[in-house]
């Protein structure tokens, strides 16, 4: 049985569709009842609520560090799952939100499937390894757009170059922003940006590092930005230098400094709750016209330290629309052949040619690599 938690939300809703549309009978569960209930209707599927607070105040990341104990999931959650083999998470930020969740899968043997991008969520995830090969669960976050097609670009890289200690990953396009990712980078973001340097991952100052990348379809002048790969791409390549980056025109670079230099404003409760109240009531998520329409670029190169490297590009479809078709291929894959007990990143579970698996998922490796 899967069930699918922040099914109310904006992608929640888009997973929930592709699950229909395929056939599938998800339970659907959230926070809220009421919010649930017009698509349980409309679809006639179960539904299931239970709350996700754990204890902590909402803020900045509180996940479990290494070493500490987990959060303790309460009867109503744990009652939530009764019967459940895949939990498909999408209720986000998930740094509010998935180490209660992934202990609760851990308690009751459930496979964790989440849509993060967040790095201190996944080097969450990652260090529950062991528990989850124990216990006989997947943990496998980031199977949205952050990092499905990222990841499998980087995985089939550095396969084609072998050796290779420097990983770079780009993507451009898309056509707008849902309330939830909004809240998730504005509110989440507060450690500004992060690289990964020989294995460890350190803070940089936002917009770090400005090149321009060659996307399959006309370069673009690119920042770095803390995206998942920073994490997820160790596991999945063995590359210990990574760096991503993510196009935007100069109005967006202006916008990401003065983000910066507002930030620690939005360490302040009241603001936090203003911001979340005016994203609420002024963001709706790109609409079915532009997930039809936009189409996501993704770049990526190795480096090998003899100076060799090897380039690739991919196309996908609008970053929320990849990322229903994304999830719910996942939650299927886990739910009838499950990957190794374990952690994993997208390819690390599927394989690295995953994304073209996928439908208008589009990869090109550059013929040879170069000095
Ligand atoms: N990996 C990717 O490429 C990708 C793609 C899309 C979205 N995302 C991420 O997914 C998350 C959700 O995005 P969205 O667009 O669906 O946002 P949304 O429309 O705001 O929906 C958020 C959902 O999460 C629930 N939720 C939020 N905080 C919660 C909490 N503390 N406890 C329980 N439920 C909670 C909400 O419940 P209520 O309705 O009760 O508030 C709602 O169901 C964001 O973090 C976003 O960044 C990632």
Request: hydrophobic share 40%; glycine share 10%; aromatic share 6%.
């Amino acid at each position: 049985m899967l069930l699918i938690y922040g099914a109310n939300g904006f992608t929640g809703q888009l997973i929930v569709e592709e699950c229909v549309r395929r056939g599938l009978r998800p339970v659907l569960a959230g926070r809220r009842a009421d919010a649930l209930m017009p698509l349980a209707r409309q679809y006639g599927l179960e539904v299931r609520v239970a709350s996700l607070f754990s204890g902590h105040a909402p803020g900045r990341p509180r996940l479990t560090p290494p070493g500490t104990l987990p959060p303790v999931p309460h009867d109503e959650l744990l009652m939530m799952l009764d019967g459940v083999s895949v939990v498909l998470h999408c209720a986000g930020p998930f740094f509010r939100t998935s180490g209660l969740m992934v202990q609760a899968c851990l308690e009751v043997g459930a496979h964790y499937l989440d849509i993060t991008g967040e790095i201190a969520v996944f080097e969450a995830c990652r260090h529950r390894h062991a528990a989850a090969r124990q216990r006989e669960i997947v943990i496998l976050p980031g199977v949205g757009f952050d990092v499905v097609p990222t990841d499998c670009l980087a995985a089939r890289l550095a396969a084609a170059l072998p050796g290779a200690t420097q990983l770079e990953l780009a993507f451009a396009g898309g056509g707008g922003f849902s309330r939830g990712t909004l809240k998730t980078m504005l509110l989440g973001g507060g450690e500004g940006g992060a690289i990964r340097q020989d294995g460890v991952i350190i803070p940089v100052p936002r917009a770090w590092r400005t090149r321009v990348i060659p996307f399959r379809d006309k370069p673009r002048t690119s920042v770095t930005i803390p995206w998942g790969d920073v994490s997820t791409a160790q596991w999945s390549t063995k590359i210990p230098t990574i760096h991503t980056y993510l196009a935007l025109p100069v109005s967006a670079r202006l916008g990401m400094t003065v983000q910066g230099a507002l930030q620690p404003l939005l360490d302040i409760p009241a603001v936090r709750r203003l911001v979340e109240r005016q994203i609420d009531a002024r963001v709706s998520g790109p609409n079915a016209a532009v997930r039809a329409r936009a189409r996501m670029q993704i770049w990526g190169r190795v480096t090998h330290p003899d100076g060799r490297t090897l380039e690739g590009t991919a196309v996908t479809p609008e970053g929320y629309r990849f990322t229903a078709i994304a999830a719910v291929e996942c939650a299927q894959r886990v739910l009838v052949h499950p990957p190794e007990p374990g952690y994993h990143t997208p390819s690390s579970a599927f394989g690295a040619h995953f994304l073209e698996s996928l439908p208008e998922c589009d990869v090109q490796l550059a013929s040879g690599s170069s000095r």
